[in-house]
């Protein structure tokens, strides 16, 4: 049972909400027949996989900085409950089971697959060490999953889809490095300094808030307009589009005070699970969501 649990941590299946991005072009599209909900599933998992294989690689490449780390050196790689040959295999498999999943969805999934993770790739090589891109990167991930799931799919893609999906998920990731400077901050000891990112000495709590900030408020307007757009109430037939607002509202806000009050952020999904406020408002949101859209 305990190897079978350190595996299950190598692979972060917590993390897979975040592949929920996938699912969103189906959702806002109500295509919800079944053969397209197959499609998408299937591209969900493909996600899954290859999210998964990216997590492993990245734990291989930093397994030397994790073992210095006051909490990263636990993770099955840094601390041996794992070899570094079985990592490897683990992640190539999960590599050859997403392009699997993803070319018998369709070519386009397929291709967007490869191109995250090629971009996860060069961000785990190199792309995460410079300041500010390194947030645009994990930004387009999420990009990456929206167009998998209305492109790769045959769906239309909404420019409203790309430009909330983009706005929130920059704010996701300066969230991240906030929550990174404040533990720095909280606990400046030698050790945690040293094991802390590379780009955090690029970045300041002022620059970090600030782009918080922006992000924050670019989202709420443009999901606000979007939900007031002509274009949206002759789509779906509705102007009621417009009270699944204050959940977005919500949930930022609530994330703002995760991170700056009760030193979340650090892990976003954990973060969904763990906090029952986020939780309940996430869900909230998609259900009146469906219920306006059907």
């Known amino acids: 049972m305990g190897v079978i649990t350190e595996w299950l941590r190598l692979l972060r299946p917590h ?3 975040k592949n929920g991005f996938v699912l969103l072009g189906l959702m806002f599209s109500r295509q919800w027949q079944p053969p397209a909900i197959l499609a998408a599933i299937s591209a969900f998992l493909a996600f899954c996989a290859i999210s998964s294989s990216v997590y492993v690689f990245n734990d291989i490449q930093d397994i030397e900085a994790d073992r ?15 070899s570094i040959r079985g990592g490897w295999i683990i992640s190539g498999g999960l590599a050859a089971l997403a392009l699997l999943l993803a070319a018998m969805t369709g070519r386009g999934v397929a291709v967007f697959v490869l191109i995250y993770a090629a971009l996860n790739v060069s961000y785990s090589l190199r792309l ?3 300041a500010v891109l390194d947030v645009f ?6 990009i990456l999953r929206i167009l998998a799931g209305t492109m790769g799919l045959g769906i239309a893609p909404s420019s409203w889809l790309f430009l909330c999906g983009f706005m929130l998920s920059l704010f996701l990731g300066f969230g991240k490095r906030r929550a990174e400077l404040l533990s720095i901050e909280y606990d400046g000891s030698p050790e945690t300094r040293a094991s802390a990112r590379l780009v ?3 970045y300041s709590p002022l620059i970090v808030d600030q782009f918080m900030a922006i992000s924050a408020a670019c989202t709420i307007i443009s999901y606000a307009l979007y939900t007031v757009n002509a274009e949206t109430i ?4 509705t102007k009621a589009l417009i009270y699944t607002l204050p959940f977005v509202v919500y949930g930022l806000f609530r994330y703002i005070f995760l991170v700056h009050r009760l030193g979340k952020g650090s892990d976003t999904a954990l ?7 986020l939780l309940l408002t996430v869900l909230a949101w998609g259900v009146v969501t469906l219920v306006v859209l059907s």
Do not use: C, E, N, V
Request: cysteine-free.
């Open 234 to 237: 002759a789509r779906y037939g």
């Open 68 to 82: 210095q780390h006051p909490t990263k050196r636990i993770r099955p790689l840094a601390s041996g409950a794992i």
């Open 200 to 202: 955090l000495k690029d």
């Open 15 to 17: 993390q897979w909400s």
């Open 271 to 277: 973060d969904l699970y763990s906090d029952a406020h």
């Open 137 to 142: 990167i994990i930004s387009t991930g999420f």
């Open 128 to 130: 995460k060490h410079i």
